[in-house]
């Protein structure tokens, strides 16, 4: 009887230890979701984006809700496919935070599964480029396959014990309802003061870095690709905003409008979305004219979107011409050039219509096709100027031939359209000089002209020799000694720039027309693939690293029969065009663009980022951690943080809704001017 006992006991405990040396589920799930919170940690801190206590709450129960089902999945077939399976799912997360720490560091910003979907087939070029900006240390997010894999290596011949079904449907419907507890957790702690409430964030993720902060990558990645195959339809909600009064003045500068078509055309518009654009639009503030109003009326313009323009390249012995312009003209102290998804394109297309970029995609690729009856070179057409625009690149990245039609532009010349030769594989860029050599006969001799030229020659790279960076380098170094070769190799890119610019002085005063053409100068984007020290370290005139200042770009128009003047107001690439409409009397309906005229004082000035995040001269909005930062001397209470992130939120929307409604091609606010475009052969 004892020795029956005995063995009983005895072949329980081997059962029990033969079962042992198996992983259960439940312990593969502790495995999987110890890794993926490695995962998310590393990238949180090595992003810079961090994370508080209610965050990484949130970031775990996604994480054990995600892991559960992951496994429970995996765990329905045999070891070895078990084993590739939650491979593979780490991998792909580990994949993707690898690629977005490169990207913010290649590009400053980070990036959506859209925006890669719809370059895919341009990177080519700069994919090799593109792996040298991996840093070592982003690979400490691979550490959770790394760990995976030697357990699977030591537990190979007992990997997984006989299939529990119990444990299976278990772990399956924990993992389901912990989803909805962190999917409950977002109306926890509401921030009052916020844009966007979590939930909105969670089914669009636009503002990538808060997402990215409130979610981690894993979910961030999860909800993106959602959003990106879903084609980004989002109920739009306008709040509405309270609109501050312009300041009585003595001198009567109101604008003779008529609005009674567009008023006709909302009253019976049928479309929900275009009426809410118009109800939107036509109660938007009317700012009046100003002592500026008309100071270059019937001028000529040269409008220059100028590659990579940053404040390092402000200096008098690099660019005499460009510094003469900056300290003669009306220079914008607190003007701001975003990133973006696409900051070239997205910038070119802000600086004409005057509309935001829609975060997270390429805006100039998903929109060339629409028509923008109310852009600048409509302005300027209506009021009888010969408007045309000019690159030294051809169309192998941005659609620009289409677009620039279907901004107004009469004719477009790139890089083959001017005749330009000798194109170079990239890193090599054109030169800016031949870019004006070609541009000038096709628009000096004109009457009145409006010309829009985009530089290319001060684009990256600056580590390496190229054409253009390595030029004029042994003279500027013998000038600065001790200056970084990176920052040598962009001077000599600029002095390329600053010989453009002399060249069309030169052709302006040959002609007689200097006195009468302003030349206006405006970035894309700040440098960009090169280490942000190097914006901080030869940046003289602004701390780079305060607030949002890595932003900050030079910007001027310049008028040489003009006094100088400094602008204090705040503005951004969006408040381009009613700024050139108001300073040259064009008319217009101050209304319709979502900028404003940044030399008015009755205007509001805010400058929008793409990560939601603002800018107001009394300081800046973090959308990450959802707190405003005062600038010294000001205080500023809930109601005005409320009051401009409704105002951040109703732009982005609006914008948004023009952009995919295509709305101006049903509303005319210009009248159609009787010229028709050039022929190019």
Known sequence: ??????????????????????????????????????????????????????????????????????????????????????????????????TQLAYKNYMNTFFSIRTALSKAGDVGDYAFDFLLHIRPHYFLVAIPIVLYVLLVKKKSKQYLGVFDKEKWLALLVGGLLVH???????????????AYTLQE?????????????????????????????????????????????????????????????????????????????????????????????????????VFIMVEALDYVAMNDDVAPTMMKMMKEGIFFENYFAPTSACSTGDSELM??????????????????????????????????????????????????????????????????????????????????????????????????????????????VYDRDTIYGIKYFDEIKAMYPDYSDDVIRYFSKVREFDNSLKLLVSELERTGKMDDTVIVLFSDHHLLRTDLEILYDYTYDVDREYGHNIHRSPMVIYNSATEPMVVSNYGSTKDLVPTLANLFDLQYDPRVYLGVDIISDEADHVVLLQDG?????????????????????????????????????????????????????????????????????
Request: aromatic share 16%; with cysteine; proline share 4%.
């Open 180 to 194: 909805g507890l962190a999917f409950f957790s977002l109306s926890w702690w509401p921030q009052t003061t916020a």
């Open 351 to 460: 600086s004409i219509t005057s509309l935001i970029s829609v975060p997270g995609m390429c805006n100039h690729d998903e929109y060339y096709t629409n028509r923008f009856s109310a852009s600048l070179f409509e302005l300027f057409k209506n009021d009888g100027y010969y408007a045309s625009s000019y690159h030294n690149f051809p169309d192998s990245y941005y659609m620009r031939n289409i677009m620039h039609r279907n901004f107004g532009s009469q004719a477009y010349y790139d890089y083959d359209a001017l005749g330009m030769t000798g194109l170079l594989p990239w890193p090599e860029w054109p030169s800016d000089v031949e870019l004006m050599e070609k541009s000038l006969p096709y628009f000096i001799d004109r009457d009145k002209f409006f010309s829009f030229l985009i530089t290319v020659t001060m684009h990256n």
């Open 1 to 98: 009887m004892f020795d029956k006992i005995r063995d009983t006991v005895l072949n329980k405990i081997k059962d029990m230890e033969s079962k042992s040396q198996y992983i259960s589920i439940m312990h593969q799930w502790m495995i999987v979701f110890g890794l993926q919170i490695i995962l998310e940690v590393i990238f949180l801190l090595g992003s810079g984006l961090g994370f508080d206590g209610k965050t990484l709450l949130r970031i775990f129960l996604f994480a054990i809700s995600s892991s559960g089902i992951v496994v429970s999945l995996a765990y329905v077939f045999k070891a070895k496919v078990n084993v590739w399976f939650i491979s593979i799912y780490l991998m792909v997360m580990i994949v993707f935070a690898i």
């Open 613 to 681: 995040g603002w800018i107001i001269e009394q300081g800046y909005y973090e959308s990450v951690t959802q707190i405003f930062e005062p600038n010294p001397g000001y205080e500023v209470n809930d109601e005005t943080i409320i009051r401009y992130n409704q105002i951040s939120r109703n732009l982005y929307q609006i914008s948004q809704a023009i952009l995919d409604n295509n709305y101006y091609n049903y509303r005319q606010f210009i009248p159609k001017a009787k010229v028709q475009p050039d022929p190019i052969d």
């Open 201 to 301: 964030l969670y089914y669009s993720p636009t503002q990538l870095e808060s997402a990215m902060r409130q979610f981690g990558i894993s979910r961030f990645m999860m909800r993106d690709l959602l959003f990106s195959l879903s084609g980004r339809e989002t109920q739009i909600v306008i709040i509405p905003e309270d609109l501050e009064d312009p300041t009585d003045t003595p001198v009567d500068f109101t604008r003779g409008i008529d609005d009674q078509q567009w008023r006709y055309l909302a009253e019976n518009e049928t479309n929900e979305t275009m009426q809410m654009i118009d109800n939107y639009l036509l109660n938007r503030q009317i700012t009046p004219k100003n002592e500026m109003t008309g100071i270059f009326k019937n001028k000529n313009v």
